[in-house]
């Protein structure tokens, strides 16, 4: 799993930034306005694990590479089991500066982002035991050599080469000493990267990398258990035997090749020739009614559904495990109608509990109360410089109350706004349907726990979602939003939305109406 990760001069990235990216599960967002940053950090990882060209920052073109140095270093989360012999040696290594190092350590250029990746470190402290774990900043410079970002300081080289070590950083030779680790680190991951612009007939098509990444399969390994050497040689057998009777009946005259290397068809021209003929002429298609129509007769909104659908059906019924595999989608809602960005949050959700990570970026911020487990990163500016809020799903308008009480000044007014709207658009768009989501709308963590404890049998089959919003007040604020939109849609509304809170020292108190699947409950403990 990757929990962060650092940049230096990456498209949008000027200098060193680092990215939080969870804390706690693999479901991962990166939330925030259009050119700030959220896809340059797939994009980044698409560099990194497929060795896709690097899209540097404009001031490495202005100042060169040798004066930026850009790099892309992930910092990754590795069970200690899964290494052994000398990778595990290094990782060892590399783990004792990464949980060791201090802000005194590193460069007061540099000692910002350290702060970062110190408070992401604590709280991923508190979620796993890293005991049996190692954290891994381990990456790449523009040259593919070994990078460690602000890790590799004094305190790096006296951990490698001794106390008497007296130099700021580690040179490059002794940074190639991690490139066996870096080599396993990079081939334990298959990263496959849907950016917005991509061509959904030809990402669909089976020959692509990315579909057969997903089945878990080539299509060359799957031709081999279908059509057999065996069957391969009775071809050139017959064949052969065709021209040789050409040849008496011809009388002098024969059908040969140039030399005699290459008589025969080999195992893999049939399976090249099969995928052309066989497989090439086949596109995906949709089932309308007792039609079907090709994708590239679809909407733009429908493309983007089926990407993610033919994705999620693959990792389930296919692909025998996708412990592996890293997805990276930008932007799943572009063109989806609101209505059908539940559907593709809850369905990319899924996907993530199939494989290692899934990281997206987005505009709707409806998923932000919907999803169970995971993290999502807002991603601003404050004086030209990026700042970055990592929210855990699990509490996440808790979080973001917290945040805005200590007046932090970094969750932009929109973002707080939006995720109010969204949610109250989510509920009541998942509510309507012949399967309809069934919501209890609570004030804390701790009722959450209590209520998903008591109604986990409907939690799992009756679509029931539970979600805690940080307390009396937002569920009077909630209740309001969905009051309102309830009364255009309560025809429709086919699920239950239940709000409840308890009884403060300080009483909320506002009316409530008399809806059939709306309900505003408050628990009395009443004394018998």
């Given at each position: 799993m990757?929990?962060?990760?650092?940049?230096?001069?990456?498209?949008?990235y000027?200098?060193?930034?680092?990215?939080?990216?969870?804390?706690?599960?693999?479901?991962?967002?990166?939330?925030?306005?259009?050119?700030?940053?959220k896809?340059?950090?797939?994009?980044?990882?698409?560099?990194?694990?497929?060795?896709?060209?690097?899209?540097?920052?404009?001031?490495?073109k202005k100042?060169?590479?040798?004066k930026?140095?850009?790099?892309?270093?992930p910092?990754f989360l590795?069970?200690?089991?899964?290494?052994?012999?000398?990778n595990y040696?290094?990782?060892?290594?590399?783990?004792?500066i990464a949980?060791?190092l201090?802000?005194?350590?590193?460069p007061?250029?540099?000692r910002?982002d350290?702060?970062?990746?110190?408070?992401?470190?604590?709280?991923?402290?508190?979620?796993?035991?890293?005991?049996?774990?190692?954290?891994?900043?381990l990456?790449?410079?523009?040259?593919?050599?070994?990078?460690?970002?602000?890790?590799?300081?004094n305190?790096f080289?006296?951990?490698?080469?001794?106390?008497?070590?007296?130099?700021?950083?580690?040179?490059?030779?002794?940074?190639?000493?991690?490139?066996?680790?870096?080599?396993?680190?990079?081939?334990?991951?298959?990263?496959?990267?849907?950016?917005k612009?991509i061509?959904?007939?030809?990402?669909t098509?089976?020959?692509?990398?990315?579909?057969?990444?997903?089945?878990?399969?080539?299509?060359?390994?799957?031709?081999?258990q279908r059509v057999?050497?065996?069957q391969?040689?009775?071809i050139?057998?017959?064949?052969?035997?065709?021209?040789?009777s050409?040849?008496?009946?011809?009388?002098?005259?024969?059908?040969?090749?140039?030399?005699d290397?290459q008589?025969?068809?080999?195992?893999n021209?049939?399976?090249?020739?099969i995928?052309?003929a066989?497989?090439?002429?086949?596109?995906?298609?949709?089932?309308?009614g007792?039609?079907w129509?090709?994708?590239?007769?679809l909407?733009?909104?429908?493309?983007q559904?089926?990407?993610?659908?033919?994705?999620?059906?693959?990792?389930?019924?296919?692909?025998?495990?996708?412990?592996?595999?890293?997805?990276?989608?930008?932007?799943?809602?572009?063109?989806?109608h609101?209505?059908a960005?539940?559907?593709?949050?809850?369905?990319?959700?899924?996907?993530?509990?199939?494989?290692?990570q899934?990281?997206?970026?987005?505009?709707?911020?409806?998923f932000?109360?919907?999803?169970?487990?995971?993290s999502?990163?807002v991603?601003?500016?404050?004086?030209n410089?990026?700042v970055?809020?990592?929210?855990?799903l699990v509490?996440?308008?808790?979080q973001?109350?917290q945040m805005?009480?200590?007046?932090?000044?970094?969750l932009?007014?929109?973002?707080r706004?939006?995720?109010i709207?969204?949610?109250?658009?989510?509920?009541?768009t998942?509510?309507?349907?012949?399967?309809?989501?069934?919501?209890?709308i609570?004030?804390?963590?701790?009722?959450?726990?209590?209520?998903?404890y008591?109604?986990?049998?409907l939690?799992?089959?009756n679509?029931?979602?539970?979600?805690?919003v940080?307390?009396?007040?937002?569920?009077k604020?909630?209740?309001?939003h969905?009051?309102?939109?309830?009364?255009?849609?309560?025809?429709?509304?086919?699920?239950?939305?239940?709000l409840?809170?308890?009884?403060?020292?300080?009483?909320v108190?506002?009316?409530t109406?008399n809806?059939?699947?709306?309900?505003?409950?408050?628990?009395?403990?009443?004394e018998?």
């Amino acid at each position: 799993m990757i929990v962060g990760a650092f940049f230096r001069y990456f498209k949008t990235y000027q200098g060193v930034n680092f990215v939080p990216i969870t804390d706690q599960g693999n479901f991962c967002g990166l939330l925030g306005e259009n050119g700030i940053g959220k896809s340059s950090v797939l994009e980044a990882f698409d560099c990194f694990f497929n060795n896709k060209q690097w899209n540097m920052n404009i001031a490495t073109k202005k100042s060169g590479l040798a004066k930026t140095k850009p790099y892309i270093v992930p910092v990754f989360l590795v069970e200690k089991s899964s290494l052994s012999g000398v990778n595990y040696e290094l990782a060892d290594t590399l783990n004792n500066i990464a949980i060791e190092l201090s802000e005194d350590d590193v460069p007061s250029a540099n000692r910002e982002d350290f702060r970062s990746y110190s408070e992401l470190l604590n709280r991923v402290r508190r979620n796993y035991d890293l005991e049996g774990y190692f954290v891994l900043p381990l990456g790449i410079d523009h040259l593919s050599q070994p990078n460690v970002s602000i890790f590799n300081c004094n305190r790096f080289g006296v951990m490698i080469y001794g106390d008497d070590y007296d130099d700021n950083s580690v040179n490059e030779e002794g940074l190639e000493r991690f490139k066996p680790l870096l080599d396993v680190l990079k081939k334990s991951v298959e990263y496959i990267y849907i950016p917005k612009e991509i061509d959904p007939e030809l990402f669909t098509r089976l020959e692509t990398n990315e579909i057969q990444v997903l089945m878990g399969e080539t299509l060359h390994e799957i031709l081999e258990q279908r059509v057999t050497q065996a069957q391969i040689r009775d071809i050139n057998n017959s064949l052969n035997e065709f021209i040789n009777s050409l040849a008496s009946e011809l009388d002098g005259y024969s059908y040969r090749t140039p030399t005699d290397r290459q008589q025969n068809l080999r195992k893999n021209d049939v399976y090249n020739l099969i995928i052309e003929a066989f497989f090439n002429i086949r596109k995906l298609h949709k089932r309308e009614g007792y039609h079907w129509l090709e994708i590239g007769e679809l909407s733009s909104g429908e493309k983007q559904k089926a990407i993610i659908d033919v994705a999620h059906k693959l990792l389930l019924h296919h692909r025998n495990s996708g412990n592996n595999l890293i997805i990276g989608i930008d932007e799943p809602e572009s063109s989806l109608h609101m209505s059908a960005c539940f559907d593709q949050f809850d369905a990319i959700y899924e996907i993530s509990k199939s494989c290692k990570q899934v990281l997206f970026s987005s505009h709707w911020y409806g998923f932000l109360p919907t999803i169970e487990s995971g993290s999502a990163t807002v991603i601003t500016k404050k004086d030209n410089n990026h700042v970055f809020d990592l929210v855990n799903l699990v509490n996440y308008r808790e979080q973001v109350k917290q945040m805005s009480r200590e007046s932090r000044k970094r969750l932009p007014y929109d973002i707080r706004l939006k995720s109010i709207n969204d949610f109250v658009q989510s509920v009541i768009t998942s509510a309507i349907g012949e399967k309809p989501f069934s919501w209890i709308i609570c004030e804390g963590t701790s009722e959450r726990i209590y209520l998903e404890y008591y109604f986990k049998d409907l939690v799992q089959e009756n679509r029931l979602r539970i979600v805690p919003v940080g307390g009396a007040g937002e569920i009077k604020r909630l209740y309001n939003h969905l009051s309102t939109s309830y009364e255009d849609f309560k025809e429709d509304i086919t699920g239950n939305i239940v709000l409840i809170s308890d009884t403060d020292s300080q009483l909320v108190s506002y009316d409530t109406k008399n809806f059939d699947k709306l309900r505003c409950k408050r628990i009395v403990n009443c004394e018998v």
